[in-house]
């Protein structure tokens, strides 16, 4: 059995060969954040800042994380070109573009019933591109959506709904249940000869329910502050912007060389269990700064997320790398 995310970030961070988490500079991150919460920069209202997203009174909220978060995956490209656009918009924001245009355009998209049996063509023109840059990985995007349409066919009368139901208002069950029936996001590898967990998109789903009902209704859960950071290629690079993760001169030159690494590569599983226990260390001590727990690890990787994109032309010239990695799990 896999240790869960949070064991396991601690486990890979205290066995990395390759990378170092630098107590100063948790430190002093720590205390922008604590200023950052106490100015209202630092919450889960985030979530409403890309205008794309659904709101909890809209019907379909629900289907459209599941369906959101079992396509949102590997959407970087070579910095050098131009990637994959819809209707202006890049990577994760383009995917909500391309979702909010299939709903004028096929009303029943959301409905598992549908995507349970999308082809390759009907997925293509839903994610079609104003370049000539196309999504990536589309047959493995097909693949995930139809066992996730199936799955909820078969297992949970074909509503979403009744998954976060059966969670009981726990995060932690929620992305058990996830994890466990839909293989697609079972994101576990094996580092040191243990197996490890990053789970990102099965937590960035149970995230994203939280963040979208503003932690009421069926948006509540008891035990939110036990999901972790969600482990990708850009959060990494906020945290070394920081001082927090430093890599290796080994491991900065495979980065800086666009070497394309496995998914399960050991250096991969360290730039991932890292950025966990990197955000675990932070929350810990924002927390402990404000007196009282108030801030999640989603809020300070939604931070983290956003000063990488507020700031990808600084990150560039700085060349601070981000690793490659073709993968359905982030």
């Known amino acids: ?3 869960p995310p949070r064991e396991s970030g601690k486990y890979i961070a205290e066995r990395a060969k ?3 988490i630098v107590e100063e500079g948790v430190d002093a991150l720590a205390d922008l954040l604590v200023e950052e919460y106490k100015a209202g920069r630092l919450g889960s209202e985030n979530f409403y800042e890309c205008s794309l997203h659904p709101h909890p009174n809209d019907p379909q909220a629900l289907n459209w994380l ?3 978060d079992t396509l949102n995956f590997c959407f970087w490209h070579d910095e050098s070109e131009e990637g994959w656009k819809v209707e202006g918009h890049t990577g994760y924001f383009a995917l909500c573009a391309a979702i909010t245009r299939a709903r004028k355009e096929e009303p029943e998209f959301l409905n598992p019933a549908y995507y349970a049996a999308i082809s390759e063509l009907q997925l293509k023109k839903i994610l079609r ?4 840059s196309q999504c990536p990985l589309i047959t493995e995007r097909v693949k995930c959506l139809q066992e996730v349409g199936n799955v909820l066919n078969e297992k949970f009368q074909g509503s979403f ?5 059966e969670s009981n208002r726990s995060a932690v069950k929620l992305m058990n249940l996830v994890v466990d029936n839909f293989p697609c996001f079972r994101d576990e590898a094996t580092f040191q000869g243990q197996k490890v967990s990053f789970y990102k998109r099965a937590q960035i789903l149970v995230g994203d329910i939280w963040a979208c009902f503003r932690s009421k209704g069926i948006g509540y859960f008891e035990d939110i ?14 945290l070394m912007w920081h001082g927090i993760l430093k890599y290796s001169a080994q491991l900065n030159e495979v980065l800086n060389s666009n070497v394309v690494l496995e998914n399960g590569d050991e250096r991969e599983v360290e730039i991932r269990g890292c950025c966990i226990h990197a955000v675990e260390l932070l929350k810990e001590r924002v927390n402990k700064n404000l007196g009282k727990l108030r801030v999640t690890s989603i809020v300070i990787d939604h ?6 994109r507020d700031h990808s032309k600084q990150v560039l010239k700085r060349k601070i790398p981000f690793h490659k990695t073709f993968s ?3």
């Open 1 to 3: 059995m896999a240790l």
């Open 18 to 20: 390759h990378i170092s």
């Open 66 to 68: 599941i369906v959101v």
């Open 129 to 132: 591109s104003d370049t000539k």
């Open 161 to 165: 709904e009744n998954v976060v139901k």
């Open 225 to 238: 502050y036990e999901i972790t950071a969600f482990a990708d290629y850009r959060v990494p690079q906020s």
């Open 303 to 308: 931070w983290l997320w956003k000063f990488r």
């Open 328 to 330: 359905i799990y982030y």
